[in-house]
Antibody
């Protein structure tokens, strides 16, 4: 079964740090680009960061650039998000999602999602 | 970065047809994908590309596109289709890999 399982969420004070992990199984992890997507309470989906299959290409949303670092370990089938200098507005459910390969570059989509891990930034 | 715009809320009578739209410059160049999200659950991909459904998605879900607008159509809406729907595509600005729409809350009456 294709599966993504996030962990590492929790309560942290403003200015603190947290590291999220995403364990992949059931597919060849090293062949896929991966993403972190978050959802603040009562709000919509927000793309946070992406990393290509070999870590050659990394992207961040402007809202997290310079504070968050995405990485992966293909030997461990794992994706990570190091979050530093956390702010109240980073409070959200963080999802790990696989970028699907649909056969052409005109199509973009995330075809596998984890269940999410909750990050709460509060004093 | 580019933006995708969705109506915040749409309603449909049980068994009727509803169209949810998504507008943005990126859609002139790239196809939209659509996700369904029910309360407390992760998003699920329901449509990708021109009009493709992942395995397990009912055929009452379909997608289309014209100009800068993509549409998700549910033909014969069921009670279980009540959910939030998000569109998503590559970001044509090139600054980021992708962009999400703000989401549409679908109510089935």
């Amino acid at each position: 079964e294709v599966q993504l399982v996030e962990s590492g969420g929790g309560l942290v004070k403003p200015g603190g740090s947290l590291r999220l992990s995403c364990a992949a199984s059931g597919f060849t992890f090293s062949s896929y680009s991966m993403n972190w997507v978050r959802q603040a309470p009562g709000k919509g989906l927000e793309w946070v960061s992406s990393i290509s299959s070999s870590s050659s290409y990394i992207y961040y949303a402007d809202s997290v650039k310079g504070r968050f670092t995405i990485s992966r370990d293909n030997a461990k089938n794992s994706l990570y998000l190091q979050m530093n200098s956390l702010r109240a507005e980073d409070t959200a459910v963080y999802y790990c999602a696989r970028e699907g390969w649909f056969g052409e570059l005109l199509i973009y989509g995330m075809d596998v999602w984890g269940q999410g891990t909750t990050v709460t930034v509060s004093s | 970065s580019s933006e995708l715009t969705q109506d915040p809320a749409v309603s449909v009578a049980l068994g009727q047809t509803v169209r949810i739209t998504c507008q943005g410059d990126s859609l002139r160049s790239y196809y939209a994908s659509w996700y369904q999200q029910k309360p407390g659950q992760a998003p699920v991909l329901v449509i990708y590309g021109k009009n493709n459904r992942p395995s397990g998605i009912p055929d009452r879900f379909s997608g289309s596109s014209s100009g800068n607008t993509a549409s998700l159509t549910i033909t014969g809406a069921q009670a279980e289709d009540e959910a939030d729907y998000y569109c998503n595509s590559r970001d044509s600005s090139g600054n980021h890999p992708c962009v999400f729409g703000g989401g549409t809350k679908l109510t089935v009456l």
